[in-house]
């Protein structure tokens, strides 16, 4: 167990701690996962914690995060959670592969192989990396390694485990693969996970990541996942942010398509203290579809960032993106959506969307769609809105009977459901659809199949 002290500066005492640990980083740790430790770290302590000077972060100061005191995980810890007493993910009709990972290492519970179709390989990135380097060759690092965010490099230096899954060609799982990320610890803490997903040519999977804290103790969630898919494979990713009101999540993902791919992305932000959502889509052949949406709910002082990066690098791909956010109380939110159409990305059609409700006078939300176009022959738009809830639309449902408050919770589900539609597993849309309408009641403040009081 490692301490990171607040009495010297952020960058200061993570060096000291990179310092200090260098031995227990690379202790049971694959070549694979220990090439890039060094380099990361140096390029995260030129960069420094991002503050408002930074393009990148201008809506979102993540320094007072860092200003805590923390504990890691450095190896793994061997105690053991009951998972059938502090949690339950009650998705009726939903049956999927179940895969935990508690503070960024994977569960030595979980009994990966069971019932996936033969080639599959689902298990701990440590255990593959020392197993099974060659699967991640050509993959790990080679997506993020591009990256200038120094929290990425911050990953790719403290990483020692997290969520690996290779689909050879071909294969399609029909269930969904379910990824629960749980946070517990009677200490602050601060875990750093990194996930890895290989889906080769015509290849189908579904995975859905749920994200919850199981203690009221602060967190610090660092992850970083690549996600390569293969010429003609379908992929869909779904993530659902549960965490308390305590937790600082930075979440990067990239995505790397091949020709005639199909990704769909969709994020459900319900809770949370501070959330960074960073997605970046490289398209990497030609007729590639991607659908990337997102919605998040904020209220008291929570804050939801999401900074989402297209790269239409090849011709005749198509991108869609739709995200929403629905702020109460002294919340507030951020997106920045960049789309570049590469100089022979010619006949590309993209598309972008960011519309905002404001339900009270302090809430406040920063949008900044871009669009950087370097080819001639293409079809995009972008657009944002920030505006409060629909006065001629509340009055219309009104002077029919309905309350206020059941009028304004009928527009505000339907302001959400246009995303909710674009999830193509139906317990789960309806599923969500309950969470959402539960959280625009004020039932919940936290997962409430969770048994922990972590309502902050």
């Not at 022959?377 to 006065?391: P, R």
Request: hydrophobic residues 40%; aromatic residues 8%.
């Amino acid at each position: 167990m490692s301490i990171i002290s607040e009495k010297i500066s952020q960058t200061d005492q993570l060096a000291s701690l990179f310092e200090q640990s260098r031995e227990k980083l690379n202790q049971g740790s694959s070549p694979i996962l220990n090439r890039m430790r060094e380099v990361s770290f140096k390029r995260f302590a030129q960069a420094g914690i991002p503050d408002f000077k930074n393009e990148d972060y201008k809506y979102t100061n993540l320094k007072p995060a860092f200003e805590k005191s923390y504990r890691q995980e450095l190896v793994r810890e061997s105690g053991l959670i009951n998972l059938n007493e502090v949690f339950k993910c009650n998705i009726p009709q939903l049956d999927t592969h179940l895969v935990f990972l508690v503070n960024g290492w994977f569960y030595s519970g979980n009994n990966p192989r069971a019932e996936l179709p033969n080639g599959v390989v689902l298990g701990g990135l440590e255990q593959i990396a020392n197993d099974k380097p060659e699967l991640l060759q050509n993959h790990l690092n080679r997506q993020a390694g591009l990256s200038n965010d120094p929290f990425v490099a911050l990953n790719t230096a403290f990483a020692k485990d997290g969520f690996f899954l290779f689909v050879p060609k071909g294969v399609v799982i029909e269930k969904p693969i379910q990824i629960i990320n749980l946070l517990s610890s009677d200490e602050n803490l601060m875990a750093t996970q990194r996930n890895l997903v290989i889906a080769e040519a015509a290849s189908q999977v579904k995975l859905l990541v749920c994200d919850h804290t199981l203690t009221s103790t602060s967190f610090l969630f660092n992850t970083v996942s690549e996600i390569f898919v293969g010429e003609d494979a379908m992929v869909d990713v779904y993530t659902i942010q549960n965490h308390h009101n305590q937790s600082t999540s930075i979440n990067s993902a990239f995505y790397k398509q091949e020709r005639n791919s199909n990704l769909v992305t969709g994020t459900v932000s319900l809770h949370g203290g501070l959330i960074r959502n960073n997605l970046k889509v490289t398209f990497n052949g030609e007729h590639a579809e991607a659908n990337v949406n997102g919605i998040s709910f904020t209220d008291k002082k929570q804050h939801v960032d999401n900074f989402t990066v297209i790269e239409h690098s090849s011709p005749n791909c198509l991108s869609n993106q739709i995200y929403k956010n629905i702020l109460d109380d002294e919340s507030t939110g951020a997106f920045a959506g960049r789309i570049h159409v590469a100089r022979d990305a010619q006949q590309t059609v993209a598309f972008q969307r960011n519309n905002n409700v404001l339900l009270s006078d302090k809430a406040r939300m920063q949008t900044k769609p871009q669009l950087i176009i370097d080819a001639d022959d293409v079809k995009c738009s972008h657009g944002a809105t920030v505006g409060q809830i629909d006065e001629e639309a509340l009055f219309f449902l009104r002077a029919r009977g309905i309350g206020e408050k059941d009028a304004r919770m009928m527009l505000m589900n339907a302001f959400a459901h246009e995303v909710i539609l674009k999830i193509s597993i139906e317990p789960l849309r309806e599923r969500i659809d309950e969470l959402i309408e539960k959280r625009l009641n004020g039932e919940i403040s936290r997962c409430h199949d969770c048994n922990y009081q972590c309502n902050c």
